[in-house]
Every structure is written in C-alpha cells, then in structure tokens.
C-alpha cells in the first residue's frame, strides 16, 4: 500500500465518518474528530521533508519519535541493572536518597557485582578494627603565607553556579552547610545573596570570566574581588583554570537567560549574551599564576587561596611547581577534577574523550607536589563522583586530603538524574531559572536533606577507615587499596602506580619524571 493510499483511505474514512455522524445525534459528532485529524496529521507528513521516515509512514512514524522521546526514562527505570547505569548507578542514588531521609542505606543478601571482573576495587580491612571516631576530623587549610587558616571538613559542596542552579537549590545547598558545618563552593557563577543568606561556609570560586569582580571589559576587578573576599562566610577563594567536563574551552550564557538578577550577580548587562574565555587574562605563564595567587590572598585579607583544574600535561602542572619554588610562594590547596565529573552541559567529545580521570589526575597533583617538596604546605582536594564513603575513602588513598561532591550533593535536594540540567526543565526544579519549576523545590524540607547526607556519608567514611585500622585519613596508605587486574590476579595501588618520596625532583628525578621534568618550564606552558 503506498502512502498516497493510507493518506487517502484516512481521509475517506475520517469523512465517511464525518457525514454519517451529521445524521446521528450530536453526541456522535465527536466520534469522526480523531480520524479527521489523523487524516490531517498523514497529509501533513507526506507533504514535509524534514524527517524521512514520516513520509515513509506517516501517522505511524511519530511512534518512533515518541519512544525516543522516553527512551532514557524507560532504561533508567525499566532495563538497567542496579550496579550499571551511568552516571550514578540506581545503587549509588538509592544511598545518597536514604542517607538524604535519614533512613536506612543498608542491604540484606550481599554484593550484585561480580568481584572477579577486571577493574573492581577494595579496601584493605584490618585483623585489628579501630573505634570509630566520635567527632569527625578536619583538614587546615593554610600555608606559611596564610594568616587566616580555615578548617576544611572531609566533605563538602562542590563547584555549581547560581544560573546553572535554581535559587531555591543554592539556598538548600548553602542551609545545608551551614547545618553541618561543611563549606559551599559557589562555583563560577558569582557571589549571589542565595549562597549568602543561609549563613554557610563559602569557597569563592573566580572563574575566567571573573563573574562578580570584573570590569565592564570583563578584565579583573581587584577593589570588588577585596571588598566581596571579605565578607564574613567566604573563607577560602579558589581560581577556576578548567573543570572535569569541558577542560579548555569557555561557556556561553544566552542573553535569553540573563535576568536582572543574574545579571547583578555576575556583572554583565542584562539581556545580552556572555562569553567565558578558555583561558585567563590575568596571567599567560606559571610563573604569574602563582603570582595571581598571591596576589589574590593579599586581596582577601589572608584567607586560604587556591587553584581548581582538571589535570591534562604533568609537564605543565610541574612548570606550575617549579614557578612555586622560584617564587617562594605556593598556594593553599589545590582542588584536583576529575575527567568524569560535571555538573552542567558539555560537548560530549570533552565529557568523554577530554581531561584526566580523577584517579590518575590525583596521582600526578600529589606525586608532583610531593616530589617538588611542596606537599606539607599545600592541601589537595578531590571532586568527581565522589558519592559514598568508598569513594571519599578511595580518593583520600590516591592522595587527597579531602572531598567535594556536586552531583550527590544535587541527589540529596532532589535530582532524579534526567540530565535536563542545560535545557531549563529540570523536572525537580534544581537546575532552572523557571519559576514555577523551581519552587517545586522546598528550601525547608532539602536543607536537612543536604546536612543528613554529608555527616552520614563521612561517617560511613570514618567506619570504612576504623574497619582498615586508621583513625586519621593522614594514615591512609596506597597499600590499602586494591585493584583486580584480571580473574586471577589483583595488585595494590603501592604496587600499580610510581609514588615519589618527598624532593624526589630535587634530588634527581626518577627516569619516568626525569624528561617532563627536565622540559618543565616556569616561564611558559610547554605542551
């Protein structure tokens, strides 16, 4: 049958229908609408020429689009296992969910993973269990150029700017914090009244847009950066050199979306499209990076400054280490981001084939900062899919001292994962400028939700190290962690990866740094 003809033979039944239901009651009437309309519906695909398979079958072919349509939502709830959906799997979210409630995160009849396949990891327990600690330890942030130190709790918010978030979901987020004590990274996106209100923790994040301390060329504002660096709830500020999912490249906000209220935030004119560079204007070498950090702490009345990056060439984050040794002078932390974090959209070449994964990205920052003889000053912080006590435990192993979490953090508000953070229908109301979807989101019932997650999975954090005989993560050792290298053999991270002792560099580098440390260069980024 050719399309010509089903279209036709529509039609023809849409006006028999028609004709006779004038010579019944009006009540029929209704009746003859539906074969009208999809007699309409086919011509109209017949006649289009944007899809090809509508005019192939028209009528039938929107089926096709329909089931696509919910295609995510039918594999996420109907199809994929427990232990294998991406990003977070159902068992991931089911934990973050119930620490979020306060109820149980436990399950009866063990592992759904087959422990045998390649690539699966464990902590090491010990013969000799050690008693839980009752209060959480913390992490001091602050070098011997800080002066005013701040102590960092195991985990805290990651970077999410206002604009990428809902008001309502920085407001939780930052109640959250303040509740439990942990910090807030504002992300990029400005110092807005929804970070400040709540009263929590903040960690000042600059961007290469300089978002809320800019000058109308979009250059760097040092009086506005000093004046908002002081204020009360910023303890610490961080420079923002490229993120896990789309490291290298800027970000582009449509002027459809820059309200008055956004547009105060970030310092940009409202209604117009705002670009962020790739790369800063404030420095172009190693060396006047690590100037900027100093000058920033300068600015912000001696709080703890630092860099955010997500690892590409170890040669160049050694020029970095080299241009702190020349200078004298290094900053506080430095937030390691993993290639598989991300919170917002990105081109999906960079989400999956761009950036060092947080493993290895952790490895390089550690092993270089020790190597240089830089460590003891220098905290190291870890965000990328860090959901669970495991997985703070694991990147605390790998070499940090502490954790950030966004999209967990997104879970205990509300996410549902439907990965519609870029098209403003969130369906839960965490990442839209969408009035009436984001006061779905009650700020009153997520501000606990955000507070019980944090001390539930750091408490998991604290049981998982007592069970491996550590009661301080600064005992944690690459030992303790283990790796399956096939079905018959796995081997620790001491064995799997190089660790270098402390001036290693300075003393003679081992012949796999020796060449990238030799090329290492504080004056210029060597590719």
């Not at 004046?227 to 582009?252: E, M, N, T, W």
């Amino acid at each position: 049958m050719t399309r010509i003809a089903i279209v036709v033979l529509t039609l023809a039944a849409g006006l028999v229908a028609a004709v006779a239901a004038v010579g019944l009651s009006p009540w029929w009437w209704p009746a003859a609408v539906p074969l009208v309309l999809l007699g309409l519906l086919g011509a109209a695909d017949l006649l289009q020429r944007r899809h090809s398979v509508l005019r192939n079958y028209p009528v039938l072919g929107h089926a096709r689009f329909l089931l696509e349509r919910i295609r995510p939502e039918l594999q996420q709830y109907f199809i994929e296992r427990n232990f294998d959906g991406r990003p977070f799997d159902r068992d991931v979210r089911t934990i973050v969910y119930e620490r979020a409630k306060g109820t149980d995160a436990e399950q009866p009849y063990g592992t759904e993973r087959d422990v045998y396949l390649p690539g699966y990891e464990f902590l090491v327990p010990s013969m000799a269990p050690c008693p839980v600690p009752k209060t959480p330890p913390r992490v001091r942030i602050g070098g011997p150029d800080c002066s005013r130190p701040y102590d960092m709790a195991l985990l805290n918010v990651s970077a999410m700017s206002f604009g990428s978030l809902s008001a309502n979901a920085v407001l939780a987020l930052n109640g959250g914090a303040k509740a439990g004590g942990f910090a807030h990274d504002t992300g990029e996106g400005g110092l807005s009244e929804y970070h400040l209100r709540p009263g929590g923790d903040l960690v000042w994040e600059i961007g290469t847009g300089y978002f809320g301390c800019r000058t109308r060329d979009g250059d760097f504002d040092p009086a506005e950066f000093a004046d908002k660096a002081a204020h009360d709830h910023v303890k610490c500020v961080s420079l923002k050199l490229s993120q896990g999912a789309k490291p290298g490249i800027g970000g582009v906000l449509p002027g459809a979306k820059v309200n008055a209220e956004i547009a105060k935030v970030r310092d940009v004119p409202e209604g117009r499209t705002v670009i962020s560079p790739p790369y800063h204007k404030v420095f172009s070498t190693p060396r006047e990076l690590v100037r900027f950090i100093a000058r920033m702490r300068e600015l912000s009345g001696g709080k703890p400054t630092g860099f955010k990056l997500c690892v590409g060439s170890r040669r160049q984050f050694l020029a970095v280490c080299k241009a702190m040794l020349a200078e004298g002078t290094a900053p506080d932390f430095v937030i390691v981001d993993g290639g598989e974090g991300g919170t917002g959209a990105a081109p999906l070449e960079f989400a999956d084939h761009v950036g060092t994964p947080l493993t290895e990205g952790l490895l390089t920052v550690h092993n270089a900062l020790v190597g240089a003889g830089l460590r003891d000053r220098i905290k190291v912080g870890a965000s990328g899919k860090i959901a669970t006590g495991t997985d703070l435990v694991k990147r605390m192993v790998q070499g940090a001292d502490y954790g950030n979490a966004a999209r967990a953090m997104m879970f205990a508000v509300g996410c549902i994962q439907a990965q519609r953070c870029h098209t403003n229908t969130c369906p839960t109301g965490v990442t839209t400028q969408d009035p009436r979807r984001a006061r779905a989101l009650d700020v009153r019932d997520k501000t606990p939700r955000v507070q019980r997650f944090q001390e539930a999975t750091v408490a998991s954090a604290l049981q998982i190290m007592a069970s491996m005989g550590v009661t301080d993560p600064a005992d944690l050792r690459p030992h303790m962690l283990r790796r399956r290298i096939d079905p018959y053999t796995e081997r620790s991270y001491e064995e799997l990866y190089e660790w270098l002792e402390p001036g290693q560099l300075l003393a003679g580098a081992p012949q796999s740094w020796a060449a990238d440390w030799k090329a290492a260069d504080p004056d210029r980024f060597t590719v």
